[in-house]
């Protein structure tokens, strides 16, 4: 089952061709980075509490999620001709990433204390708990859509 659950790509050696478990399992893999890197902002902003003139930090990932979700299940309506590619040593081709990229920001409407700190324990410790949870969440997720595969594979085996 563990097995199931962290494998990202499975890799046919004999043919060189890779499948990937399911749409929604690189998503999920790609949400779980995305919260683990907000965790990992809102420790350093509760590690820098005392820290002089430092400024509170989030992250912005949920739309290069969705952005991702949408070129995953191809939603995005772009009208954009995709590159044909008949041997695996053809190049992939030139693509311009800039709006998938999470982005990095200062937290806006935080009272400033004298010494120009912006952080606040309860917000940092409520934005942990969400953050927390939503990990979860992902995380039951994950282990769901790895159940599925499992269950397909039991059931081939029995056949």
Avoid: C, W
């Amino acid at each position: 089952m563990i097995f199931a659950l962290f494998i990202h790509k499975l890799v046919r050696s004999e043919e060189n061709m890779s499948f990937e478990i399911s749409k929604v399992h690189s998503l999920l893999v790609e949400g779980m980075n995305g919260r683990a890197l907000r965790q990992e902002l809102i420790a350093s902003n509760i590690a820098n509490i005392d820290t002089p003139n430092y400024k509170a930090r989030d992250i912005d990932f949920e739309s290069a999620l969705i952005q991702k979700s949408k070129d995953i299940f191809e939603e995005n309506g772009s009208k954009k001709l995709k590159m044909a590619k008949t041997s695996s040593s053809h190049l992939s081709g030139y693509s311009d990433i800039g709006d998938e990229k999470a982005t990095i920001y200062l937290r806006d409407g935080q009272m400033q204390r004298n010494d120009g700190n912006t952080v606040d324990l309860d917000v940092e410790t409520t934005e942990l708990s969400k953050n927390a949870i939503m990990y979860d969440a992902l995380t039951a997720a994950l282990k769901k859509d790895g159940m599925i595969f499992k269950s397909v594979l039991d059931a081939s085996a029995k056949v």
